[in-house]
């Protein structure tokens, strides 16, 4: 089982940049394929980022293509989402995910992982 503990969101402003990671602990990392996730008050958890357990592929939202960049450190145990150029359609608490496998596919279904953190705050403000 893996704990995961999310941190940088906060408030920026439109056209501005923010760096989430996820801190991962409890299991071997690498033995999971990692993955972000977003939610807002009115919508279902959206699929932001996923990435393969050695970091060497990846599948974004189409939204976010030019402008996230999801990597992951396995000695560190952690996953980064990297966003830039911030849109107020952005604001919503993200999630880091866990899912136990190592065989990569694009799992971009909420229902798909297994652990989840409590979420970060991010707010764009236009």
């Known amino acids: 089982q893996v704990q995961l503990v999310e941190s940088g969101g906060g408030l920026v402003q439109a056209g501005g940049s923010l760096r989430l990671s996820c801190l991962a602990s409890?299991?071997?990392?690498?033995?999971?394929?990692m993955g972000w996730f977003r939610q807002t008050a009115m919508k279902h958890r959206e699929f932001v980022a996923t990435?393969?357990?050695?970091?060497?592929?990846?599948y974004l939202i189409d939204s976010g293509k030019d402008r996230f960049f999801i990597s992951r450190d396995n000695a560190k145990n952690t996953v980064t989402l990297e966003m830039y150029n911030l849109k107020s359609e952005d604001t919503a608490v993200y999630y880091c995910a866990a899912k136990s496998t190592r065989s990569w596919d694009r799992y971009d279904g909420a229902h798909e992982y297994d652990y989840w953190g409590q979420g970060t705050q991010v707010t764009v403000s236009s």
């Open positions: 409890g299991s071997t990392f690498s033995d999971y394929i």
């Open positions: 990435i393969s357990w050695s970091g060497g592929n990846w």
